[in-house]
């Protein structure tokens, strides 16, 4: 091989070798600061720093967001209080919660039913395509942008503080994102894209769900399935590296279903094993999934279908080892009851919902204490679909989120109602392995507030989630339903008086509120793009937007919008 060949292959390898080391102490630089500080990666530097390309990387501004995000919610953490907000559907909910709350949602749910990037609505199956959420982020990050750059100008044209204090406080339009992303959408691939997507287009950060990405369900429907403890934790570290290669800050929102689930898609992982529903009677031989194949086959309908899977998981006699174990010891009639609560209290020392014992462990431990083996087949039940049965409840969404903390910025509890009591249980366990713990809270619109607690209780609420430690709470669907209200209230009103229902309840209460959307045409930016065409032109332009004539100069008068 020529010299000159080797010589160029050697600058190369040199050059690249250079390069790697330096970008490698840049992230190791990084990972230092206290932001990371709770943050568990299963990679080393060297790992990004090859991954990331010759090419210099750039920080996105949802990076920089992403950084405001973690001051806002570390300063909310010191200070004992909440950061509170709901899932916003467009760039007038986005500049109006900016007045008053200091982040922005974007659900899942809301954009399934509202902003399908197929335009084909639904309900929240995660089934929309995987840059529906993304997309929903862009187009409310762009928004920000906007108004924030047109506010500026505004106040940076004023001659004097006297003309700036006219104008009043600035309003932060740049409150931080978080979005829904789901069950990622599919395999960890898919995970990575999206994450791609979501920093690409401005989100601050995400939460992801421990749901199976093909069953997916929203945290309040039936029929939820999870994945194991470690495959939800991979999605996590995808997240997470995907965001580290991008040089971006992203929040991370690590969301539990399994207070609710009742299936599981594999038992491959021994932290689940506690939950896992088997059938404990030795005369049931048929698997119930062949039992309902051959109902089917034969042409039951629903209701007898219904009624076969009843009879059949009552005749299983389906638990969970744990009350296998306690119900075989306190049908022993050999046994004293206090020979039987001290086998059962020994058996709970070491068998619960936190201490991850592994089925064989604990049926080894229930030979001993028995002196035989327990009957306990989780095959048999699975369901048609492969699932095989789990039961949930709090304590398993505590051993899930202690499992995901180390992985995430904050932890969730999806739950089905908002019992204070429950959210208090969630938090203390999570706590007590993770005392500074990050916690979040869905004050869902699924609930039936006014039935669950009375008008004093609904406003103590988010506060004494906060003394909790659920820093950041949000309305998943708020936007959703106040234009849906709003749409309906006036659109009657108009139905029955014409112009006075808008001149009077819409216009006339814009006036006395101070929005700014009154003035729709400033609003909407018409005096900025202006000024970029007289800057373009020279100084002036005939066909001025907000030139002589403009019908919103009838508003003149009217406050300081």
């Not at 031989?285 to 998981?313: H, P, R």
């Not at 064989?360 to 699975?382: C, S, T, V, Y």
């Not at 908002?418 to 203390?428: C, G, L, R």
Request: aromatic share 10%; proline share 4%.
């Amino acid at each position: 091989m020529p010299t000159s060949v080797l010589d160029s292959s050697e600058k190369e390898f040199y050059d690249v070798q250079n390069q790697i080391e330096k970008s490698c102490a840049d992230i190791e630089s990084w990972w230092s600061q206290p932001r990371w500080s709770s943050t568990k990666r299963a990679y080393t530097a060297r790992d990004i720093a090859i991954r990331r390309g010759s090419f210099p990387s750039v920080e996105y501004q949802s990076s920089l967001m992403a950084t405001k995000l973690f001051k806002l919610l570390q300063n909310h953490y010191n200070n004992n209080t909440v950061s509170k907000t709901f899932g916003a559907l467009d760039p007038v909910q986005v500049t109006q919660m900016a007045k008053y709350l200091d982040t922005i949602y974007v659900s899942g749910w809301q954009c399934s039913s509202t902003a399908s990037t197929s335009n084909e609505p639904g309900p929240d199956l995660a089934d929309y395509p995987m840059d529906t959420v993304p997309n929903k982020v862009e187009h409310l990050f762009k928004a920000q942008l906007f108004h924030d750059k047109k506010q500026f100008q505004d106040r940076a044209q004023c001659s004097s503080p006297n003309d700036l204090k006219k104008l009043g406080p600035a309003i932060d339009y740049m409150r931080p994102i978080i979005a829904d992303a789901d069950a990622g959408h599919g395999g960890l691939t898919a995970v990575f894209k999206l994450t791609k997507m979501f920093i690409e287009r401005g989100a601050a950060g995400i939460h992801i769900e421990d749901q199976t990405s093909t069953n997916k369900k929203c945290g309040h429907m039936a029929g939820r399935c999870v994945i194991p403890v470690q495959e939800h934790i991979n999605r996590l570290t995808t997240i997470r590296m995907c965001a580290d290669i991008l040089n971006s800050n992203l929040i991370l929102v690590a969301r539990t279903d399994s207070e609710a689930g009742t299936l599981i898609s594999s038992t491959i992982d021994v932290r689940d094993h506690y939950f896992i529903v088997g059938a404990t009677n030795p005369d049931v031989k048929i698997s119930f999934a062949d039992v309902m194949n051959d109902a089917i086959n034969k042409g039951y309908d629903s209701n007898q279908l219904e009624t076969l899977e009843k009879e059949w998981c009552e005749k299983a006699g389906l638990k969970l080892f744990h009350e296998a174990f306690r119900d075989e010891v306190l049908s022993d009639n050999k046994l004293s009851k206090q020979e039987k609560d001290e086998k059962i209290k020994k058996f709970n020392a070491q068998v619960g919902p936190l201490t991850e014992t592994s089925h064989n462990d604990a049926q080894e431990l229930g030979k001993q204490l028995l002196g035989h083996k327990i009957h306990f087949n989780w095959e048999l039940p699975r369901v048609r679909e492969g699932l095989y049965r789990y039961r949930g409840g709090t304590q398993c969404a505590v051993m899930r989120a202690r499992a995901f903390a180390p992985y995430a910025d904050l932890v969730w509890m999806e739950s089905n109602y908002p019992d204070y009591e429950q959210a208090k249980e969630f938090a203390e366990g999570v706590k007590a392995k993770y005392p500074n713990q990050w916690l979040a809270y869905n004050l869902s619109p699924s609930f039936n507030w006014t039935k669950v607690m009375s008008p004093d209780d609904q406003k103590t609420f988010i506060q004494r989630l906060g003394d909790l430690g659920y820093i950041w709470q949000f309305i998943t669907l708020a936007g959703l339903h106040t234009t849906a209200l709003a749409s309906h209230n006036f659109t009657r009103d108009f139905a029955e008086y014409g112009m006075m229902a808008y001149a009077q309840n819409v216009q006339q209460k814009e006036m006395d509120n101070g929005v700014d959307v009154l003035k729709h045409q400033k609003w909407s930016g018409a005096e900025y793009i202006d000024g970029l065409l007289k800057l373009a032109q020279g100084g002036v332009s005939a066909t001025a937007a907000m030139g002589k004539g403009v019908t919103e100069d009838q508003f003149k008068e009217v406050s300081k919008l």
